[in-house]
Nanobody, 116 residues
Framework: QVQPVESGGGLVQPGESLRLSCPAS????????MAWYRRRPGTQRQFVAGITGDYTTTYADSVKGRFTISRDNAKGTVDLQMENLKPEDTALYYC??????????WGQGTQVTVSP
């Protein structure tokens, strides 16, 4: 498995939006699904959103209605559109497979900071 390279993070104010992106092969999406995870300061890495080969999506309760995970087959990426960001969304965001069976080495992540 290839180490993911996440992008799109940044510093935004509460209520603003960001779009994260991560290259993902069709095979990985179809076989293992893909997901976004995050690690907030002082906590362990947690699941944020996932998408399977049949486009089924799942979300952590804390982001439902604000975050949308999608796959862009043309670009070969899995993206996370984040709306109405809150300070508690501040974290290092990672992408990796949804299934632990296909887990790749964790990448460096992309930092999202939400601050007035």
């Amino acid at each position: 498995q290839v180490q993911p390279v996440e992008s799109g993070g940044g510093l935004v104010q509460p209520g603003e939006s960001l779009r994260l992106s991560c290259p993902a092969s069709t095979r990985d999406i179809e076989v293992f699904g893909m997901a976004w995870y995050r690690r907030r300061p002082g906590t362990q890495r947690q699941f944020v959103a996932g998408i399977t080969g049949d486009y089924t999506t799942t979300y952590a309760d804390s982001v439902k209605g604000r975050f949308t995970i999608s796959r862009d087959n043309a670009k070969g990426t899995v993206d996370l559109q984040m709306e109405n960001l809150k300070p508690e969304d501040t974290a290092l965001y990672y992408c990796n497979t949804l299934s632990s069976e296909g887990l790749a080495p964790w990448g460096q992540g992309t930092q999202v900071t939400v601050s007035p």
